[in-house]
Structures are given as C-alpha cells and as structure tokens.
C-alpha cells in the first residue's frame, strides 16, 4: 500500500508538467533545428528551455543550429501568404493618412487642340466658305508641292465649261461660218479672172526662199490645224466613224505631231516676219483698197503696192496670232514651267480662241490664192505671175519693179510707165 501511495505521489506532478508543455508543443510545431539541436529522449524541461531560447548550461559546448539553404514551398507558402487582402506597403515605406472624408469627384478636362488647328477653322467649314464665295477650296499636306492640295477649283469648272461647251461654239462659228461665207460668195460672185487675159510675160513675185518659208509654215499649220481640230470635234464627229481603238491611236499620232511641229511653224513665223516686215506696213493706199472692197465686188481693182490691205491683214493675223499660239502652246507642251494651274487653264484658252480664229483667217486664204482669184496660185506655186494679172491687183508695185529694171539697164534714165499702168 505504502508504495502504491508513494507511486502516485511522484506521478501526479510529472502529469501536471505534461498537460503544462504539451498544447505549447502542439501549437509550434518544432523545426529541423530544434529536432536536431535535441535528441528524442532528452527529458521536456530540457527541450522547453531549448525551445524558448535559453543558451546551454554552463560548462556545456557552444551548439549552433546549422541555417537551412532552402525551404520548402509548403513553409515559404505559409510564411509569405497574407491574412488579408489588403495591399502591403514596401518594407521602409510610412503608411498614406487615410482621409477621414470621401474626396470630391473632379470634372474631366477637355485636351486643347493641336498646335496646328489652334486659331484656325475646320475642315469642313473653310470648304462650306470657299463653295459660298466660289473661292478654291485647299487641304492641308505637309510636302512641297502645294498645288497638290487643291481640291475643288472654281477656275477649274469654268474650264471645263469653256473647253468642253464654249471652244466647240467658237470654232463651229469660225469654220462653219467661214466656209459657208466663202461658199455663198463664190455662188454669187464666182471666180474673178484676169480682166485682159494672161499676156505670156512672166514676173517673178517670190523668190525660192520666200515660198519655201511660206510652204514650210503652211504645211505646218494645215497638221497643227487638223490635229487641233480633231481635239475639239473628233470625238463628236470621227469617233463614232471608225470606232474607240482607231480614234485612240488617231489622236494620239495627231498629239505627237502637234507637239512637235509646233517648233517648226514657229520658225515659220518669225522667217516671214523678217522678210516681209517692210512691206506689210499699212499706209494710206490701205484705206482706199477698203473702201472698195479689194476689188472683189464690182468691176476694177483699186491700186497696191506689192501687199494690198487684205494681204497685210492675212500677215498680221498669222504673225501676230501665231506667236500668240505658239507661246501659249508651250506652255501647254511645258505644263507648270512658269505658270501654276491658272495660268494653264488661261494659257489653253487663249490657244484655243486664237487657233480658231487663225483658222478662219487661213480658209479665207486659201480660198483667194486657189479658187477665188484666177492666176494667183503661181506666186506661190512657181513664183512668177502673169503681167496683165500683176498689173490689175498689184499697179504700184509693177510701176517699182519696172523702174528697178529700168534703173538696171539704163541707169540715171527716166523710168518709164508700166505699160496698161493708171
């Protein structure tokens, strides 16, 4: 009995220590190091003071857990892994005061407007303005060339009004009219022969140089004239005779020889001024050679000298209008040389006023020097013309080419009267 009470005596404070240390044990779970640092079958007081951090006892060796390398994903996991959700601030850093009253929401701010656009209108309202004031209407590019900007161009409109509308009436009225006056002349009046009949002598008019001037700028002109032509009327009137495809190479040869004939026909032009200059300067005999109407209606022919006043008007027109024509031609041939898209559009204008009116001018020509006026053919033709043809449409000029010869033979002599001469 008495070791069975001295049993339970010893035993009940060794369960008292083990229900103290036991939940202690359960809740921190020992590491690696305190597992190693003490055995399995050191007593718990031991193990506890261990564990609670007190060093060895005295006279003991010094021990030093060896620090792990690496730990587990399951321990980091556990470590690392916040409680809340709330977001944790950096190590260092002071926590942000918490406002103690919800902020004011703030009204957005409108971006200004690029630096470009400031001061100046929309798009859509300068082309609204420009239509209104029939103004070009531009956009806005960033490269040199500023004409490629151009949009909507009024002058551009009226163009295409004139080149497609207003040539065609023109040129219609200038070829049209003109043939059929001519036609209607030559009915009523037929052709005007040679009053006394050709007497046989022969009188040179032009020399070789003169008609090869005159053939080579007229050639030229009849191609710039028919290529020309066919760019105003073709596709009204020969496209639908030989069809799309032979009209298309049709212009397009007549485009080449227009471009490139032009610099002969200039040419042309300014040999016959150089040589014809003196006599096509209008005088006085001009005004009577008006009044009676060249010749051409009644009977008679008023006196001229070597170019009466119809042949000077014909030189002026061609002169004067065919270095209009030719100047404004290049600058079609050399689009934007020395003049924007205006100066283009008036520069085409004027070449296709002019051309026609050159056109008419050169029908009424041709018409005189072929089938108008009997024996006038050959000034041009050979050369020479007839004396008693001389003598009635040119007087003056047989009077100074009679002196001149006289003047060869006999010099210091009077100069006698052309024969048939008043």
């Known amino acids: 009995m008495r070791r069975t009470?001295?049993?339970?005596?010893?035993?009940?404070?060794?369960?008292?220590?083990g229900l103290a240390t036991g939940p202690a044990l359960a809740q921190a779970p020992q590491s690696a190091e305190t597992q190693q640092a003490v055995p399995q079958g050191a007593p718990t007081t031991q193990r506890q003071e261990q564990e609670n951090g007190a060093g060895p006892?005295?006279?003991?060796?010094?021990?030093?857990a060896p620090v792990p390398e690496t730990q587990s994903a399951g321990e980091n996991q556990q470590r690392q892994a916040p409680n809340s959700t709330a977001p944790q601030q950096p190590t260092g850093t002071p926590t942000a005061p918490q406002p103690s009253v919800a902020p004011e929401p703030v009204a957005p701010i409108t971006a200004p407007p690029p630096l470009g656009n400031q001061g100046q209108l929309s798009a859509e309202e300068q082309e609204l303005q420009a239509a209104l004031k029939d103004q070009r209407i531009q956009g806005r590019i960033s490269i040199p060339n500023q004409t490629a900007g151009n949009l909507v161009q009024p002058a551009g409109r009226d163009w295409r009004v004139f080149h497609n509308q207003t040539l065609a009436w023109i040129g219609g009225i200038a070829v049209l009219g003109t043939t059929g006056l001519l036609a209607l002349f030559f009915l009523l009046r037929g052709r005007i022969r040679v009053a006394s009949g050709f007497s046989g002598r022969m009188m040179l008019r032009f020399t070789f140089l003169e008609r090869m001037v005159h053939w080579m700028t007229a050639s030229t002109f009849l191609v710039l004239m028919f290529s020309g032509l066919n760019l105003?009327?073709?596709?009204?009137?020969?496209r639908p005779l030989i069809g799309p495809q032979a009209f298309t190479t049709l212009s397009d040869y007549g485009k080449i020889a227009h471009n490139f004939l032009s610099f002969p026909f200039t040419l042309g032009v300014v040999l016959m001024f150089l040589l014809w200059v003196k006599g096509n300067i209008p005088n006085k005999q001009d005004w009577v050679w008006i009044k009676q109407f060249?010749?051409?209606?009644?009977?008679?022919?008023?006196?001229?000298?070597?170019?009466?006043?119809?042949q000077k008007a014909i030189f002026?027109?061609?002169?004067?209008?065919?270095?209009?024509?030719?100047?404004?031609?290049?600058l079609l041939v050399f689009p934007f040389t020395v003049t924007d898209v205006t100066g283009q559009q008036w520069g085409h204008m004027v070449h296709g006023v002019l051309s026609m009116v050159m056109v008419a001018t050169m029908l009424a020509h041709i018409y005189i020097g072929t089938l108008g006026i009997e024996g006038s053919f050959s000034a041009m033709g050979s050369g020479q013309v007839d004396y008693n043809w001389a003598r009635e449409h040119h007087s003056l000029?047989?009077?100074?080419?009679?002196?001149?010869?006289?003047?060869?033979v006999r010099p210091g002599g009077p100069a006698p009267r052309a024969a048939g001469a008043d």
Do not use: C
């Open 397 to 408: 000029w047989v009077e100074d080419e009679v002196a001149k010869a006289h003047e060869t």
């Open 316 to 330: 002026w027109v061609t002169v004067g209008g065919g270095a209009l024509v030719a100047a404004s031609g290049y």
């Open 294 to 310: 060249g010749g051409m209606v009644g009977h008679g022919h008023p006196a001229a000298h070597r170019f009466n006043a119809g």
């Open 57 to 64: 006892d005295k006279g003991a060796p010094e021990l030093q």
């Open 232 to 238: 105003t009327f073709g596709r009204y009137l020969i």
């Open 5 to 17: 009470v001295l049993s339970l005596a010893l035993a009940l404070p060794l369960m008292a220590a």
